[in-house]
């Protein structure tokens, strides 16, 4: 039994929990056994290897609930001619032409590698991958979880499925998912899910068989909602009624489903959603960034709905994507009451672990699983109970990460990624960005 103790300058169990100072963790065989004093720990310690994290903080890893590690290679991408006006046309006329239907298996390997590198630098453990490649090649989720693997960390993949190059090529990806989830039943870190587009790339019929394809595989179901108005306007054309009643009534909503985004949301869909109890993904600066709006996230969690914070393939920071959930929602609102820290710590933790369908993560709780992140906290002023929260969410940044564990592991130690050589994986990634970008595609 490999027994491992984590003495750590404190320890904050999660966002309900107090400051515990001079406190460290007992592992043991990847699961987190104890918590308390490091003397008392100490005095258990029996021939477990001994870590002395000295005056960081130690709390959960932050949990990435929606990423697109493809999306990296697009970071700068020139535009060609002028930018797009409307989510749809950014959609129809840059994101899939240029990116998406370009990409290839050294491209996605190149990706994942460079978003496991900095989600291991910046505090992440687990996250959940929608990657978007009609045209990948088949198995292209093994690819992806063999660099995961590599590097470490906890994820869920997936791969969009639509019906925008047709039925055929968004079966393909249905049944991929499908054949992934059930080969990562039993796995301990990687995991499938069964993932579609949206209600106005996918027919009735499609959603139909994503849902029965994840019942069978008995694995989650992950989709995009209203990201814009324009997926409302259209469904509304089409099907006459708002996404959220229309997905109601095919039966796709229980408490399997993630769904990302949720920005253009009635207070009538939000009820629905919470009644059904599905989980939600929050991206506050990637919904900006494609001027999709601001999620009325507020009002999610007054009826009831916990949702996760994600990167969406946008900066790949857990310190910005809780400032802008911590920020925007104030300024939103002209209320600085809404969106306290502790409820944003508790979306990148607690929230976004049950958001991915992984609750044994998020929290340091013993039983639970062994993924860890050390913060340097020597602020400028004083870090106490009372402002813990206030003091990581607002003060600190991925720099301040310098030790990160997943399932007993060391991934990060004294600031240094210890599962794969960064300076390779980042000159992996420039190359293949190049060959994105001149638009060498697929093959
Ligand atoms: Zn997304």
Known sequence: MARRIVLGGAVLAGAGAALEENWGILIEDGVLVALGPNEDLLSRAGGAE???AGDLVLCPGFVNAHEHAYGRLAHGIPLVGEPPRGFDRFLADFWWPRVEDRLDGAMIGAATALACVDMIRSG???????????FSEAGILDLEAAVVERAGVRAVLCLEASERHGTEVGRRALDENERFARARRSDGRIRGMQCLHTSFTCSESFVLAAKESATRAGCGLHLHLSESTYEPEECLRRHGERPVFWYDRLGLWDEAVLASQGVALTDEEIERLAERRVRMAHMPLSNCEVGGGIAPVPRMIDRGLSPGLGTDGYINDPFEVMRGAFLLHKGARADAAVMPARTVFAMATAWGATSVGWPEVGVLESGRA????????????????????DQLVLFRGRGDVRLSIVAGRDVMRDGVVQTMDEVEVRGGARREAQRLWRGESRG
Do not use: K, Y
């Open 50 to 52: 001994v870590t002395d």
């Open 124 to 134: 992440f453990t687990t996250f959940c991958d929608v990657l978007e490649a009609p």
């Open 370 to 389: 062994a993924d860890v992140i050390g913060i340097d906290a020597a602020t400028d002023t004083p870090l106490t109970r009372g402002n813990v929260l």
